[in-house]
């Protein structure tokens, strides 16, 4: 528990100087749960995850009562790089190899789906989060584009996902005008938001539905049983199940669960606004951008044309020691035509990430029911996470059970020394990410 408040008193210093915040304007505190109260289901975490679960079970006609400990869209769903992608954090392959061919495409197509869902809810609930269609794919050196086209081909081939364009390296300046980039890829479908006003949106679609939706209400203990009882400070839910839906801040509501992810740093920047012109330049498509690196740099324009900027990671929690001076460093490696451009904003928080980098989904109990894992590739995989989870609860569980089947090892080392060799295991990737 200690660890757990550490990281969030951590994180709320990263994020008081995020640039989302200032694009929002808040409804009034839903009220913290008080007394005994009793639900269909208690979801516990009022991020994407949870909210869209809540949404769904609503719509099944399930009462529920869903714990945030903060307020809505507090950790990564508020404040993460706003890129909805297709796929996993993981290669594809990691999933081929446990489940075989034909699950693996099914989890792929899942993958799909998660951007129609937002579509979906965006259109069904009226959610203007910005959205922008385009994501690009840019890959440092000729070897790293050969891999990256040669995987286009391979999603097209065993996946049926035809949408990717390779990229051709002369061409590539055309898509993004940085003397970074060899060659890349183009998936039309995928795209990115303002996450914050999504999940504010979210919210406001779950408490039209019915959804009881209590902030500052922490989660502390749960009585496992036919009817699992979650305890508060000063309350209790009542209920049928309970979805976890809080990832690295669980803590010891769910202790078991601790050692399958890890905490880990991730770091923004937002620019100041370009001129229109500016900014076009940089990205004609508008399109959101990631590279190929492991530890990989991703950034896109937002709607009042500032460049939202993100790179690094912190495996030892620690953030940048000036991150405002880290995060231009690394956009200027990117665009060094950007040298008189300030950040605005500069912000960071922590994702949960597993040992292979697949999601992780499964039950502590026959009606107790957990979503986490999604290892920085959850904005859109989150919502239909949720969905599927939902599925579960109301008697039908294929969806949420493919998912279950993916096994996870515990991080190593132990409460004391797993984030010291998670440091060291990074330091190999950052090496081959240096010599390609």
């Not at 409804?27 to 949870?50: E, I, M, W």
């Not at 009462?63 to 992608?85: D, F, I, P, T, Y």
């Not at 904003?345 to 994702?351: D, H, Q, S």
Request: aromatic fraction near 8%.
């Amino acid at each position: 528990m200690q660890r757990c408040e550490r990281n969030e008193r951590n994180e709320e210093r990263l994020t008081r100087a995020s640039y989302y915040p200032t694009t929002v304007v808040r409804a009034g505190a839903s009220p913290p749960l008080k007394g005994a109260h009793r639900a269909d289901v208690c979801v516990v975490g009022g991020g994407l995850t949870g909210l869209s679960a809540a949404i769904a079970l609503a719509q099944s006609g399930l009462r529920v009562a869903l714990l945030e400990a903060h307020e809505v869209g507090w950790g990564a769903s508020g404040r993460n790089g706003g890129q909805a992608l297709v796929g996993l954090a993981c290669d594809m392959d990691v999933v081929a190899l446990q489940l075989g061919r034909d699950a693996a495409r099914r989890i792929w197509d899942m993958t799909v789906d998660a951007i129609a869902l937002i579509q979906e809810r965006r259109r069904d609930f009226a959610i203007d989060c910005e959205w922008q269609d385009g994501h690009i794919t840019a890959a440092i050196g000729a070897a790293k584009t050969r891999a990256l086209h040669a995987g286009c081909a391979v999603l097209a081939r065993d996946y049926g996902y035809d949408r990717m364009q390779p990229i051709a390296p002369g061409a590539m300046r055309q898509w993004v005008d940085s003397p970074r980039y060899a060659g890349g890829a183009y998936d039309p479908y995928s795209g990115h938001l303002n996450p914050l006003k999504y999940t504010l949106g979210l919210a406001r679609a779950a408490t039209a539905l019915g959804v009881a939706i209590h902030e500052g209400s922490r989660a502390l203990r749960i009585a496992h049983g036919r009817e699992p009882v979650v305890h508060l400070a000063d309350g209790q839910v009542h209920c049928t199940a309970v979805l976890l839906a809080g990832n690295v801040y669980l803590g010891a509501l769910a202790p078991r669960l601790a050692a399958r992810i890890m905490p880990v740093g991730t770091f923004i920047g937002a620019s100041v606004p370009l001129a229109a012109a500016r900014a076009r330049a940089l990205v004609p498509s508008r399109a959101a951008v990631c590279d190929t690196q492991f530890v990989l740099d991703y950034f896109r324009l937002a709607a009042d044309d500032r460049l939202v900027f993100g790179g690094r990671v912190s495996y030892s929690r620690r953030p940048p020691s000036d991150l405002a001076a880290a995060m231009r460093g690394r956009m200027l490696a990117v665009f060094p035509q950007l040298a008189d451009v300030a950040l605005e904003y500069a912000w960071g928080g922590y994702v949960d990430i597993t040992m292979n980098r697949a999601p992780d989904f499964g039950r502590l109990d026959a009606n107790v029911y957990y979503l986490q894992g999604f290892s920085g590739h959850g904005l859109a995989l989150s919502g239909l996470a949720g969905v599927v989870a939902a599925e579960a609860i109301a008697g039908d569980a294929g969806r949420f059970d493919l998912f279950a089947r993916l096994s996870h090892r515990p991080f190593p080392g132990g409460p004391l020394l797993r984030t010291p060799a998670l440091v060291l295991g990074m330091l190999w990737y950052r090496l081959r990410d240096i010599v390609g």
